[in-house]
């Protein structure tokens, strides 16, 4: 689950394994989860340059793609060099600027980097994370101190990088010794160095409320921008350094994340002045929509542009867009209408255009658009049937590198550059027994509305499929819940991850659909916060009800054979219909799911306080409990397979403890899969394999397909 209110509620999950056990399909499971996959992408501010994370059968490695001409042309290299699937993620990848070096963190769990490290792998020497120098030309790896979030200065010179919400500097070379900059209470992140690297703006969170903070480096002063009782948060820089823009965010004692949120008290844009700690607020959000703040999955919400305009996203027309505002405040103008979300974005050096990715006339993919401020205009910069994302514009102010996959190619990094094709950045290729030819176009389907909402869903139609073969089915439900599978791999490992399983079972002789339901993100405002989602009422079961009908209505599918699965909130969806209606489900996989929003804590978030605050009226506990699998215990009958490792952060283990523990005294028969010391989203390859593997065999055995061979 997320720290702090910029985004709402995350629970998700997918899986893997060890042993390649073929089936009687033309792949494998270890198979399908072998490609590369390419995360993390940031670009050079100095250098015609991107890197990026490829998780690769989990050894993961840092990869630079260096421009070698300007027609767009880009040479791609290996930094890094581990080899084990060792659980180790790589993240928080920063250039330093001058100088020929490239930051990155290693180990521990990287949306919770302050709980112990985790070790799936059981490395006896045990795992800390780490911040680490590389060097783009080739030498060895430095290792700078414990921590995560690695910043350089604009000149190269220092680097800052936080441990246990404190923040330590050290210079960027071999031997140096890293030292704590400053001492405060609270927990600190979000590190912002000012233009000319004088300053450091930062947020210092402390239970309920946060501060905007300044460190200046010449004389070791701290202040607090405008301090208050809600949270501040998101600082961002005037170009020319003398101002800070950022977020101000009600507290809410009673936020309990897993209910609808599509109204609530307005959030606000404040400008502070550093040369006479002035403070306006520029922008406040209309009452209704787009009251509650919903952020983009970028870490940048705020941009500064050229012409001292603030670019912003807000979802005041029901739909995630962009709005800009005079910093010195005005009327917001809507920049990107249209019914389509804006999900990642970056803008150029000199701030006059951003690049972002979107669902815009293509609601199940993403493609790259590029927003000019000043006059509005829109540019579609990758149309066709692939899926890019997490644009990032490169240093000549024209180029973008993005992440990009289709229907058959997984996750990859790219690169477009003006009047140049798309340039795709391969260098360790697929391997050789990657089964791309083998798999099937998924289709988008609209399902028939229910309850007040139409859900969606990708469905994957086996090949194999002969007039009149009644084929099985399965539902899988992705998690979050604000996620949307689309028509090819995710840019999410765990959704990359599900993608291929849902493909193997494709080719296994499934009638797969993936279901976008409601609370989920893609169809706007009004989809994600429906009434009466998650422990508010369940009503996104609506959705699961209506992929039922779908399915038993299609000639393919034998509606005495459909089976659900899926992870985390999907694990939530999945034992929800097994305990409603064994009836139409037969069989299920659940991973981390949650079953008893009455009781469930949110342990590694909110240092075990209780998921409601102690004065929640009766009827809210009530209507949690009436939306939990454990209430419907009495009337589940199907089987389930239970998986889930043993140090997950956003879901308790004792979600499963108690359902298992239920399920026994109902005589239902359950089975088991426990992974030691994973996380939520699994850290090894071969914990999804052996994850999914299991999945497979227990869907084939409960939903009569042939016994794997």
Sequence with gaps: MPRAPLARTLIAVALLAQTPATFAAGFTIPQILAAPFASDLVASPDLRAFAWVSDARGARNVWIAVGTSPNGAFEARRLTHYAADDGLEIADLAFVPHRDQ????????????DKPAPNPAQLTAGVVQEVWLADLRGRESIKLGEGHAPLASPDGVRVLFLHEGKVFEVAPRKGAKA?????????????????DGKHLAFVCTRGDHSFVGVYTFADRTLRWVDASF??????????????????????????????PHRTGFPWSIRVASLRDA?????????????????????????????????????ENDGWMHFYSVPASGGAARLLTPGPFEIEYAAANPDGTRIVYAANAGDIGRRHLWQLTIADGRLEQLSPGTGIETTPAVLADGTSVAFLRADARTPMHAAALSPGTPIAELMAEGLPADFPAAALVEPQHVDLPQRAGLAAHGVLFVPTSAAAGERHPAVVFMHGGPIRQMLLGWHYMDYYS??????????????????LNYRAGIGYGLDFREADGIGAAGASEYNDLLAAADFLRA?????????????????????????????????????LHGVHDWHHWTLATVRDNLPLYPLDAPPAVLATALAASPISSIASWRSPVLLIQGDDDHNVAFSESVRLAEALREQGVEYQ????????????????????????????DAKLGVAAAR
């Design 497 to 514: 991850n599900a993608y291929g399983m849902n493909q193997y079972l494709a080719s296994r002789g499934y009638v797969v659909l993936a």
């Design 554 to 590: 299609r000639p393919d599918v034998d509606p005495q054979r459909i089976g659900l699965w899926g992870g985390s909130y999907g694990g939530y969806m999945t034992a929800l219909g097994l305990a409603r209606n064994s009836d139409l489900f037969k069989a299920g996989v659940d």
């Design 179 to 195: 030292e704590r900059l400053f001492k405060t209470r609270g927990t600190v992140d979000s590190l912002r160095f000012s233009p």
């Design 102 to 113: 490239l930051l990155y963190a290693r180990g521990g769990d990287f949306e919770y980097p």
């Design 230 to 259: 809600s949270y501040d948060l998101e600082p961002r820089w005037s170009q020319d350094g003398t101002r800070i823009a950022f977020l101000r965010i009600p507290s809410t004692h009673d936020e309990v994340g897993l209910v």
């Design 278 to 314: 002035a403070v306006a607020e520029v922008y406040r959000a209309p009452h209704g929509a787009g009251s509650v703040f919903h952020a983009l999955s970028s870490d940048q919400q705020l941009f500064w542009s050229g012409g001292d305009h603030l670019v912003f996203p807000a």
């Design 672 to 699: 088991e899969l426990v992974l030691p010391d994973e996380i939520h989203g699994f850290l090894r390859y071969a914990s999804w394999v052996r994850a999914y593997e299991a999945a497979a065999e227990f869907l």
